[in-house]
């Protein structure tokens, strides 16, 4: 089993970047797909970005692409999202989330793992 911990996130202004970290511990983090999500009041959790276990190959939302991009370092075991050009419509509770499952899915229910949240304003 992997655990999750995300930074923490804060408070930024429009058009500022922030950058949110994700910590594993547990089993062989290069066994792990990792994902980035968010959930803004109201709304449904959505997919943010992912990247392969060996982090060659990356996932972007549309909502997000050409703003924020993902990364990992296998060997601090850590996945991060950066996050530029941030907008007052990126405030949402970010989530850090894990998979070992064959494949991938942009669905929530795909990752197993799943971090604390980290919360992420934007003010305007």
């Known amino acids: 089993q992997i655990q999750l911990v995300e930074s923490e996130g804060g408070l930024a202004q429009a058009g500022d970047s922030l950058r949110l970290s994700c910590a594993a511990s547990?089993?062989?983090?290069?066994?792990?797909?990792m994902g980035w999500f968010r959930q803004a009041p109201g709304k449904e959790r959505e997919f943010v970005a992912g990247i392969s276990k060996g982090g060659s190959s990356t996932s972007i939302a549309d909502s997000v692409k050409g703003r924020f991009t993902i990364s990992r370092d296998n060997i601090k075991n850590t996945v991060y999202l950066q996050m530029s050009t941030l907008k007052p419509e990126d405030t949402a509770v970010y989530y850090c989330?894990?998979?070992?499952?064959?494949?991938?899915?942009?669905?929530?229910?795909?990752?197993?793992?799943w971090g604390q949240g980290t919360q992420v304003t934007v003010s305007s």
């Open positions: 989330a894990a998979s070992q499952r064959l494949g991938f899915s942009t669905a929530p229910s795909w990752f197993e793992y």
């Open positions: 547990g089993r062989t983090f290069t066994s792990y797909f």
